[in-house]
């Protein structure tokens, strides 16, 4: 098999996402997609553009025994996804470079295939991408998005008093992790949703383009390395501090960390890539949006706490030191 | 030291590259860089944007003993701004993910150097990236640019009896692998000249730029895996076949061809990453574009061949199998 026939192969295996934005009707033109020296397309007049990339290594970020390749594909679409969802953006198109041991077309394909179903379910065109070896799979995958210049939100805009909300409850992805490397751990429904969330995230794009709409919204960002750690990054850059109050723990965190005896906040703010949005609203105007949030979605914007004088993030009144996740630590 | 002080530093040493594009003066304007969750550009709105991506991996696209990380970061970016070079497009924003060993703050240092250097001297903003832990390195490097609708090359055009020709001579790049690989192969000034090529190969954007504003340039590509693997993509794009008459090949490349007994003509077409742009021209236009092109640039276009009825790629009366670079062959 040669290199031209595999990026052929991956060719049809994203033809569905592909077309998506390729037709005349499309609001995006992709006019010319993968298989030339680089993608070609009309950006949006009216719309600033955003891009964003992130890397998932195996061993690092994941290993085959955990997950399926086509899981891992879908994590790294969705996992950048997630950080368009931060800045409201609505997606547009998306590069992936992979590096994959050499004997494995078959692996590739699974890859590509769990690629192509996130690209699908969120309407984003895979429009190019690169191929190597590599002795342990790694995938980078680049997205493209736009947003209204009104809509762009930071993670600097936060103000003092503003409410702190997340889109949905926290700690199912690490105790969906802590299930496939156990399993039996816990049992019954709560199981399975967490094994879903830490193979098939879902990056809130509707829900960020919802919140970025609202010039109440201040700041915004997705929770990729845990509440804790993602909180004082936001407070950080917002120049002020926070009083985290409520934690909302998914029902499998808080089975998980019962099981092996841990505080289930402590559990649910130290989980990584959930990949629910952290915002930041004028606090007059939280309840209003918050209804609103729950009439379209159907799930509640959850008050986590509030910005505050000073630095650093602090829960039931100690000062919390970072509890998330640090690749270098 | 944690992922947000090696963050810091990054942004500190591509200080200089931003700050190109941030100032209110630059064309395009960055309006958020790293740091946040994603980069936010203000695209062109008389332009089309391109974009492409590629991926270096340590052991098998390079190797430490052969060059410094500086180099290594130099050509990750190089590559990648061959490929808009390749569209016509001039370089707007960059984004980098990179995979090192956990223990190695100083490596990361040194390969963002040489991206930053690169990034500088081809006026493009690195606006963003990812870092993670991986065994060997990893970088992807994903480049945006821009071009006139009516500047866009790609691959398909070319039409029977169009001039194919090259941007410079080609094998410098393998050869200066060879001598890299063993010390005291060749000697005197190609040795140094190729070693450049191999380590610091300079993109061809501004040549790239003045011939996509032809009209008589019928279909361009970059070089990136030999010229016998990459005249023959152009064929298949354009559904013809072609002829190849000369192959310009550089002085390094001859010497080192020598030397290991090898036609130098061969060492040259199956020589990847010299990063020399192939074009096809209408045979009318060909001279006099030729000759404003020296005057430009200082440099020969090199004419090698003609395209020519049926498939693939003829030199010397021979088809050509392909010699060139296949990751999964």
Known sequence: VTEDEIVQNIRVTLSPSTALRTGSEGRHRILLGIGDDAAVWQPSRSHRSVISTDMLVEGVHFTRELMTLEDVGWRAMAANLSDLAAMGARPVLATVALGVPSTAPEEIAQIYRGIAACAQRFNIAVAGGDLSRSDAIAISVTVVGEVRPSNVKT???GKLGDVLAVTGELGASRAGLEIANQPGLVEGA???AALRAFRRPEPRIAEGRFLAASANVTAMMDISDGLSTDARRLCTA????AEIADIPVADSAREVAHVR???PA???MAAGEDFELLVAIR???FRYLAGRFE???KRKLLRVGALSKGRGVAWRGTALDSLGWDHFK
């Open 155 to 157: 993670r600097a805009g």
């Open 190 to 192: 709560g199981c399975v």
């Open 238 to 241: 917002s120049d002020c501090g």
């Open 261 to 263: 005896g841990e505080d």
């Open 266 to 268: 402590r559990f649910a």
């Open 283 to 285: 606090p007059r105007a």
């Open 295 to 297: 009439k379209r979605f």
